[in-house]
């Protein structure tokens, strides 16, 4: 396991899609922070492939979350994609889906 994550940034039309591989913790989650805070308007779908993620922990999730609330400022949805199984059973155990839907629709 590498203890860097890498982020690659794709813009197609309207749609940008983030591939996330690696470590999204703590001490590397800056640059998916830089990313999700450079999504410029007009963008109406941000797809978030963890094909490659092999860790999150809770700061890494809680960055998700963040996306999900900026997702609300800046008017576009959010759709996570490529999910190990060892990390949708974490996400369904916390509940990040349900946080997820719950900011999507209005509350906080």
Excluded: R, W
Aim: negative net charge; glycine residues 10%.
């Amino acid at each position: 396991m590498k203890d860097t994550v890498e982020v690659k940034k794709e813009i197609d039309d309207n749609q940008c899609i983030l591939h996330v591989s690696g470590v999204l913790d703590y001490s590397t989650m800056e640059p998916f922070i830089e990313e999700i805070q450079s999504i410029e308007e007009g963008i109406a779908k941000v797809v978030v492939h963890f094909g490659g993620l092999e860790f999150i922990d809770s700061t890494g999730i809680g960055s998700i979350i963040n996306l999900v609330h900026e997702a609300n400022t800046k008017k576009f949805e959010v759709e996570l994609d490529g999910i190990n199984e060892e990390i949708q059973e974490l996400f369904e155990t916390i509940g990040v889906f349900e946080i997820m839907d719950s900011i999507q629709k209005g509350g906080e």
